[in-house]
Nanobody
Framework: QVQLVESGGGLVQAGGSLRLSCAAS????????MSWFRQAPGKEREFVAA????????FYADSVKGRFTISRDNAKNTVYLQMNGLKPEDTAVYYC????????????????WGQGTQVTVSS
């Protein structure tokens, strides 16, 4: 069982930055692929970024590539999402998700989810 708790959301002006954190419970955190998804009002939840269990590989949605950076610290059981150059269209609830070992960008493949953290970008 893995429990995930996100933090770091808030209100920021367009062009600003935020850093989201996701703290995970469980002794085998280092075996899990970690990802961020987001869901804007009235829209489906969408993939944002993923990082392999070792941290050696990352993958991003085209909409955030070059602006967002996903990273992890396995010693702290934490994954991060550094968001720079934020745009109003980035406004959404951001969710952390984990999946054992195997890489995926599909939300239905993920077993564990956090409660989400709100990110609001004003124009």
């Amino acid at each position: 069982q893995v429990q995930l708790v996100e933090s770091g959301g808030g209100l920021v002006q367009a062009g600003g930055s935020l850093r989201l954190s996701c703290a995970a419970s469980g002794r085998t955190f280092s075996r899990y692929v970690m990802s961020w998804f987001r869901q804007a009002p009235g829209k489906e939840r969408e993939f944002v970024a993923a990082i392999s269990w070792s941290g050696a590989s990352t993958f991003y949605a085209d909409s955030v590539k070059g602006r967002f950076t996903i990273s992890r610290d396995n010693a702290k059981n934490t994954v991060y999402l550094q968001m720079n150059g934020l745009k109003p269209e980035d406004t959404a609830v951001y969710y952390c998700a984990s999946r054992y070992l195997v890489w995926s960008t599909h939300l239905n493949d993920y077993s564990y989810w956090g409660q989400g953290t709100q990110v609001t970008v004003s124009s």
